[in-house]
Each structure stands twice: as C-alpha cells, then as structure tokens.
C-alpha cells in the first residue's frame, strides 16, 4: 500500500505550474467518441481516473495513446454501446459516457458508477435529463439500458444544477436536429470548457456559465487538438499548504478568475494573494486569521472540492471558523484523523466547527477519499514530527504526483510503500 510520509515544519517557497483539471479532462474524453476522427488533449496529467477511463474507452473498442503529456483518442473503431462492468464501478465520472454514446449508437448500457465515498450522488438527475430527450430508461438486475432511438431536441429543465448531468445531456444533444435548451444548468468552469472543446470539434453550444444552455443539433463533429482548462482544485491545494506553512509561492498556468471564492477566504485569513494574468501568489502571514464561515456551494459560490482542504489550515488558525458543507453529506470524514493528530474540529450534521490549535502532532492518518488525502497531506506539512497518510493512491485520482509538487516546494515529503 502506498503512504506519503511528511516531516512537518518546513516553510513552502518557491513556483509550480499547475496541470489541467482532472474535472475538465474527464468530460472531454468522453465527448472525444461524438467523432470518428482522432482528437488529441494535450497538457493531460497522469491521474488514474484519467488512466481508468482510458481503458473504458480501449474496451469499448477505442485506441488510446500517450505521449508524454498528450492524450490521443481515436474512436474509429468504437463498436460497443455497452460500458465494461468493472471498469465504470472504479470512477464516477464513467457517468459522463452515457450521453455521447447516446449520441453515436442511440442506445446505452451502464451499471452505476462508482468513485469517492463522499456522498450519494445518485444519478437520477442525469436520466431525468435525458429522458426528457426522449430516451427511454430501464433498470434491469443493475444495469441502465437506455433507448435512445425517438431522441429529439427538447427543453430540459434540472431539478438541481448538477455538473455531470448538464454535461452529460449538452454531449447528448450536440447532433439532435433543432435546439436543445437547457435550464437551471451548473455554472462551474469546467463546463464552460467542455462547451468550448465541443464547439471547437464543430457543435453550436452557447450559455455556459449562465443558467440556460443552447444547444444547436449538427449533423457531425471533427476531431481536434485541445488543451483543457487548468485545475483550480490543485491550484487551491497549493495555496493552501502555502498558507498553512506560512509559505510564498507562485503558481503558473491558473485562471485567475475560477480562484475568486478560494482566493477570498485565504484573504480573511490574512494570506496576500497577487493576480496577473494566468499566475497567482500567496504571501502567508505567521499565523492564520479565522475565516467567520464557510458555505460550500455551486459554483460560483466555493467549491465542495476545496472545503476540507479549507478546514485542515483553519485548525491552525487563531480562533474559530465554522464551515457548513451543503453538496454532500459525507465531505467529514476526515476530522476524526485531524483530531488526532491533535486538532479540535466538531461535527453536527453538516456543520463543523473548528477552534484552532496552537500545534498540531504528526500522526499515521488513513486518506478516505481524493480531497482528504490531500487535506491530510496539508496538515501533515505543518504538524510537528511525522505524519504518515495511508492509501495515497487515493491522492493520484487527482494529483499528478502530489508528494513531486509540495517537494518542488520546500516540503519533506516522499511515497512510501507499506504493509496494508
């Protein structure tokens, strides 16, 4: 079993580019198969959700290249409309094939997919979308057969303003004769960028980032060369490793804009943050200010994914920040490990109050999930003597390499292998 292994108390200085998003990638591989031409991606990290859906993609009868950090994707030969068991159970974003394979065979099978144990994230909001397409869904012994043959441009309207099911259902409709709007849609960056990969490959989308989506039916799509949006969460996780150490770094290759909410908090809690352009620094003060609260939120407001990141640095923060987790119901897990390692976080329901500490001990800490492995990993920069984080793999579903960035840093980190 891999472990990050960190000896905490070294202050973080230096500069680091940050790779795309896995968030970004994932979709827009997906999307890759609404061609038969080859299309390739490039800056793409090497994270194993991203090496999972490669081999969906291989099994459904795709070729799947890398070359050093380029991702080629050529779907000439896909013939199967039938999502591998196994393989889909492993990521929660093998979702996101439901609605291109829609769009080329007009029928699907999927089993539920899997990922992070941060909540129920059922996916009902995905084939509400897509029944109103008119796609007919069946249920049978686990399976989603999907009938999409009397498919039509529709107005679809979310109950919820989920990511992967707006995603899913602009995929869908991106060759459906007559327009398809979309209402009450997610807002976040990451969709803004699969519409702008879609357009790219020829499709008519317009509206990401607002409330209502635009969907224009063509009668194909070609492949192109596309280079995915840059990861906030990653960047976020830097800053805030930055911030806990007292440290000053500078990040490349960010959007600035997509950091406002994350940006925002740093700021109350003393950090100075400097934009320009596709960089941002963070000057951390010796001690951390409280943040008064913290509400996850669809984007625009802050994102779930950076919330425990944000309670693992308010921990040492002087005086008591209160964070209120609204997306899923499971994103604090993690503060019974911050607790022992010496923390004072308390959970009710889906509130945490955390009352900062003077000091946090190393600890061995098991990461649960993507985010508080990374949160852990956070903690563990600034806690005195040795922090060890079980089941990094966990970690590489969304970080290149996490231990090679905060080493890059100043950090005393390495990846261990230990008896599970």
Not at 63 to 76: M, N, T
Not at 88 to 113: C, Q, Y
Not at 245 to 251: A, N, R
Not at 358 to 363: E, I, T
């Amino acid at each position: 079993m891999d472990a990050l292994r960190i000896r905490g108390g070294k202050r973080l200085s230096g500069e680091w580019r940050v790779h795309s998003a896995k968030n970004a990638v994932l979709p827009i591989m997906a999307a890759s198969i609404l061609t038969d031409e080859t299309s390739v991606l490039l800056d793409c990290p090497e994270l194993s959700d991203i090496g999972y859906m490669g081999e969906i993609l291989r099994t459904l009868g795709c070729e799947v290249h890398r070359q050093g950090s380029a991702l080629e994707i050529d779907p000439r030969e896909m013939s199967r409309h039938e999502m591998p068991d196994g393989l889909a159970k492993k990521i929660r974003s093998s979702i996101f094939l439901l609605g291109p394979i829609l769009a080329r065979f007009r029928k699907a099978a999927v089993t539920f997919p899997g990922g992070c144990e941060i909540g129920m994230r059922p996916i009902d909001l995905h084939l509400s979308g897509l029944k109103q397409l008119g796609v007919q869904i069946h249920e049978v012994e686990g399976v989603i057969r999907c009938d999409g043959k009397n498919m039509h441009a529709a107005t679809v309207h979310f109950d919820y303003p989920s990511v992967g099911a707006t995603e899913n259902v602009m995929m869908a409709a991106v060759m459906l004769h007559g327009k398809t709007y979309l209402h009450n849609v997610a807002r976040e960056p990451e969709i803004i960028d699969l519409q702008r990969f879609l357009n790219e490959m020829g499709a008519k989308v317009s509206g990401a980032g607002s409330h209502t989506i635009c969907v224009e039916g063509v009668n194909r799509l070609h492949g192109v060369r596309y280079r995915p949006m840059p990861d906030r969460i990653v960047a976020g996780t830097l800053l805030a490793a930055a911030a806990v150490t007292g440290g000053s770094i500078k990040l490349t290759n960010v959007c600035c804009q997509d950091m406002y909410a994350i940006c925002s908090k740093l700021k109350e809690m003393g950090c100075v943050i400097l934009e320009n352009d596709d960089t941002i620094s963070i000057h951390a003060p010796e001690h951390l200010r409280p943040f008064q609260q913290l509400q996850t939120q669809p984007h625009p407001g802050f994102p779930t994914d950076m919330q425990v990141q944000m309670l693992a640095i308010a921990t040492l923060a002087k005086g008591t920040s209160i964070i209120v987790e609204n997306v899923f119901e499971n994103r604090f897990t993690h503060a019974g490990d911050l607790n022992r390692m010496g923390a004072n976080v308390v959970v009710n329901g889906r509130t945490a109050i955390v009352q900062g500490v003077n000091v946090l001990y190393g600890a061995r800490v098991t990461a649960r999930d993507l985010r508080g492995g990374a949160a852990l990993t956070i903690a563990g920069l600034k806690a005195k003597g040795e922090t060890l984080v079980e089941h990094a793999a966990l970690i590489d579903r969304g970080y290149e390499r996490l231990e090679d960035m905060l080493t890059a840093l100043g950090a005393d980190i390495e990846r261990i292998t230990i008896d599970a």
